[in-house]
């Protein structure tokens, strides 16, 4: 087991295009989460998912914002018609206990 | 609302005993988390209270008091190597939804 794997490690995309990037959890791991942080902050909650359902999305994501994860595996977080304040570092977590392990993120510029 | 409060930056010396401390107002309590989180690193999980007391592992140690709303980590014999941020969340009832404070970064100094 490698951990939470995430990929791209770096995204550059001029604003108003589609970015989509993916996660590999902990293969045992049933909870997955997607998290926003920039600098100097704690990371801002997204959504998450047990196994493929999607059980909860935090009121600040836009309906730009969706989140897959299909067959309860891997995980897509797509954002649409980007703009500059969606710059930051997105942080993937997977868990079957108390702790999280995150991912590497994977940290977005919009020009 | 959810509220976590935690200090900036501090700055300890190697060798010494660092608390970081955190208050918090949630809708709800399920548990509270300590990671580490190194710069341009993901946070690494340290800590998990549930229950009001003392929890010890290493150099490291947490302590919660639910009804206070109150939780610190307790860092000894510190090193260089932990100079980081650490980040103090909380589990918000109904769910497995974690929130985080904004981080207290520490500084360790020879």
């Known amino acids: 087991d490698t951990g939470v794997s995430q990929n791209p490690r770096h995204k550059i995309t001029k604003r108003g295009q589609n970015v989509t990037f993916r996660c590999d959890p902990i293969s045992e791991h049933n909870r997955l989460y997607w998290y926003r942080q920039t600098l100097g902050q704690g990371p801002e909650f997204l959504t998450y998912?047990?196994?493929?359902?999607?059980?909860?999305k935090s009121r600040l994501l836009s309906d730009r914002f969706s989140a897959e994860r299909p067959k309860g595996s891997f995980s897509t977080l797509e954002i649409q018609r980007t703009e500059q304040g969606d710059s930051a570092m997105y942080l993937c977590?997977?868990?079957?206990?108390?702790?999280?392990?995150f991912g590497s993120g994977t940290r977005l510029t919009v020009v | 609302g959810q509220n976590i409060d935690q200090p900036t930056e501090m700055t300890a010396t190697e060798g010494a005993i660092v608390q970081i401390n955190c208050t918090y107002q949630?809708?709800?309590?399920?548990?509270l988390f300590w990671y580490q989180q190194h710069a341009g690193e993901a946070p690494t999980f340290l800590s998990y209270?549930?229950?009001?007391g003392l929890e010890e592992k290493g150099r490291f140690s947490s302590f919660l008091s639910r009804s206070k709303g109150y939780s610190y980590l307790l860092l000894k014999e510190l090193q260089m190597k932990d100079s980081a941020s650490y980040l103090c969340?909380?589990?918000?009832?109904?769910?497995?939804?974690?929130?985080f404070g904004a981080g207290t970064r520490l500084f360790v100094k020879a």
């Open positions: 969340a909380v589990r918000v009832e109904g769910g497995f939804k974690t929130i």
């Open positions: 209270n549930v229950l009001d």
């Open positions: 949630t809708s709800g309590f399920n548990g």
């Open positions: 998912f047990q196994n493929e359902a999607q059980l909860e």
């Open positions: 977590a997977s868990s079957l206990g108390e702790g999280y392990t």
